[in-house]
Protein backbone atom coordinates (compact mmCIF):
# COMPACT_ATOMS: atom_id res chain seq x y z
CA UNK A 1 0.00 0.00 0.00
CA UNK A 2 1.44 3.35 -0.99
CA UNK A 3 1.17 6.69 0.91
CA UNK A 4 2.02 10.00 0.14
CA UNK A 5 3.22 12.45 2.40
CA UNK A 6 1.34 15.28 3.12
CA UNK A 7 1.75 18.74 4.68
CA UNK A 8 0.00 19.88 7.31
CA UNK A 9 -0.81 23.84 7.78
CA UNK A 10 -2.52 24.55 11.04
CA UNK A 11 -2.46 28.15 11.36
CA UNK A 12 -3.84 28.56 14.73
CA UNK A 13 -7.10 27.44 17.05
CA UNK A 14 -9.37 29.80 15.27
CA UNK A 15 -8.18 29.36 11.25
CA UNK A 16 -8.84 26.71 9.18
CA UNK A 17 -6.07 24.01 8.46
CA UNK A 18 -4.85 23.35 4.58
CA UNK A 19 -3.50 20.20 4.36
CA UNK A 20 -0.93 19.54 0.79
CA UNK A 21 0.53 17.05 -0.97
CA UNK A 22 3.81 18.18 -2.08
CA UNK A 23 3.76 14.92 -5.07
CA UNK A 24 1.17 16.32 -6.13
CA UNK A 25 0.81 19.75 -6.95
CA UNK A 26 -2.39 21.42 -6.50
CA UNK A 27 -4.20 18.52 -4.45
CA UNK A 28 -5.34 19.81 -1.41
CA UNK A 29 -7.15 19.10 1.54
CA UNK A 30 -8.72 21.57 5.05
CA UNK A 31 -10.55 21.43 7.77
CA UNK A 32 -11.73 23.25 10.61
CA UNK A 33 -8.90 21.37 12.71
CA UNK A 34 -6.27 18.92 11.56
CA UNK A 35 -8.60 15.81 12.17
CA UNK A 36 -10.94 17.52 9.81
CA UNK A 37 -8.09 17.83 7.61
CA UNK A 38 -6.51 14.42 7.64
CA UNK A 39 -10.23 13.17 7.27
CA UNK A 40 -10.86 14.60 3.93
CA UNK A 41 -7.44 13.97 2.40
CA UNK A 42 -8.36 10.74 1.23
CA UNK A 43 -11.11 12.19 -0.82
CA UNK A 44 -9.43 14.33 -2.02
CA UNK A 45 -6.72 11.98 -3.33
CA UNK A 46 -9.72 10.53 -5.02
CA UNK A 47 -10.87 13.66 -6.68
CA UNK A 48 -6.92 14.22 -7.99
CA UNK A 49 -6.52 10.35 -9.12
CA UNK A 50 -10.06 10.77 -11.08
CA UNK A 51 -8.88 14.26 -12.78
CA UNK A 52 -5.45 12.69 -13.66
CA UNK A 53 -7.19 9.74 -15.16
CA UNK A 54 -9.55 11.98 -17.14
CA UNK A 55 -7.07 13.32 -19.06
CA UNK A 56 -5.37 9.84 -19.29
CA UNK A 57 -2.76 10.06 -16.52
CA UNK A 58 -2.54 8.40 -13.61
CA UNK A 59 -1.04 9.50 -10.23
CA UNK A 60 2.65 9.83 -9.84
CA UNK A 61 4.93 7.13 -7.38
CA UNK A 62 4.70 8.53 -4.06
CA UNK A 63 8.35 9.84 -2.70
CA UNK A 64 9.26 8.90 0.75
CA UNK A 65 9.67 11.40 3.57
CA UNK A 66 13.55 11.36 3.14
CA UNK A 67 13.56 12.07 -0.48
CA UNK A 68 11.19 14.83 0.30
CA UNK A 69 13.35 15.91 2.69
CA UNK A 70 16.61 15.82 0.61
CA UNK A 71 14.57 17.84 -2.11
CA UNK A 72 15.08 21.74 -1.22
CA UNK A 73 11.79 22.93 -2.85
CA UNK A 74 10.30 21.06 0.12
CA UNK A 75 12.62 20.74 2.93
CA UNK A 76 11.76 23.82 4.68
CA UNK A 77 7.96 23.41 5.03
CA UNK A 78 8.65 19.70 6.29
CA UNK A 79 10.70 21.30 8.85
CA UNK A 80 8.22 24.01 9.88
CA UNK A 81 4.63 22.06 10.04
CA UNK A 82 3.26 18.66 10.49
CA UNK A 83 3.84 15.85 8.49
CA UNK A 84 1.04 12.81 7.43
CA UNK A 85 1.20 9.46 5.71
CA UNK A 86 -2.09 9.23 3.81
CA UNK A 87 -2.40 5.67 2.52
CA UNK A 88 -3.53 5.61 -1.04
CA UNK A 89 -5.97 3.57 -2.28
CA UNK A 90 -7.83 3.90 0.92
CA UNK A 91 -8.33 1.06 2.90
CA UNK A 92 -11.46 1.20 2.49
CA UNK A 93 -12.14 1.61 -0.91
CA UNK A 94 -10.15 -1.85 -1.57
CA UNK A 95 -13.15 -3.96 0.53
Not at 28 to 52: H, K, R
Not at 72 to 85: I, N, R, S, Y
Amino acid sequence: MAHYVAIIEDAGPDDPVSLWFPDLPGCISGGDDVEEALENAPEALAFYAQELSTDGRQLPPPRTLDELKADPEFADDLGKHTVALIEWPPLDAAE
